[in-house]
């Protein structure tokens, strides 16, 4: 891994764990020389993440759109800063300069940037490793209801495996770094499969 995409919220959250958690991501990441990718922002646990990674010496690049530019919360003081149309441009900037995707609290914009690249992996657009680092059980029920999506046929059980879930930072990065893309087929139905033959 040369740089890991952090997705997050752009608010602090309830509880200081939250940015906690956030600061030691950013921390951590800039120690192991992994440069940090994220939405460009300077609020909430955005804002905590690159200025942990930046005070730990590390690069940290930030792709943010116009619109949110003119609301005034992009960071300033980044290695570098993009600055791109729309959200679409962000995120396809963000898959392109990242290797990895990791997913903290955060709300809306948090899960629907990871899920579009869990998307992408599965219809194989991409092959990077995505994971889920839990703060406190946080993102407990959404991986509850991913295990119902295999339960109810809706999702491949090895796309299911193929995302890591935990709260150990060390473990995630390790796996991340060890990734190996599962080949599992979309279509769970036979009749769908042999239609695409």
């Given at each position: 891994?040369?740089?890991?995409c952090v997705y997050c ?14 600061a030691a991501l950013g ?45 005034e919360v992009a960071h ?122």
């Open positions: 891994m040369r740089s890991i919220g752009s608010n602090n959250g309830a509880r200081p764990v939250y940015a906690e958690h956030a921390t951590r990441l800039a120690a192991d020389g992994v440069a940090v990718v994220y939405g460009g922002g300077n609020v909430g646990l955005m804002g905590v993440v690159a200025d942990a990674a930046l005070a730990a010496g590390g690069e940290v690049i930030g792709v943010i759109p116009e619109q949110l530019m003119g609301w300033t003081g980044l290695t570098r800063l993009e600055v791109v149309a729309n959200m679409h441009q962000r995120k396809a900037r963000m898959f392109d300069l990242s290797d990895g995707f990791v997913a903290l609290p955060g709300g809306f914009g948090t899960l629907d940037e990871m899920f579009e690249m869990l998307t992408w992996r599965q219809l194989g657009i991409g092959d990077k490793p995505c994971a889920f680092l839990d703060v406190d059980g946080f993102f407990e029920p959404l991986v509850a209801m991913m295990d119902r999506m295999v339960d109810e046929r809706f999702l491949h059980p090895d796309q299911r495996r193929d995302l890591w879930h935990g709260r150990d930072l060390s473990a995630m990065l390790d796996w991340m770094n060890a990734y190996r893309p599962a080949r599992a087929d979309k279509w769970l139905d036979e009749k769908r499969r042999s239609a695409l033959r």
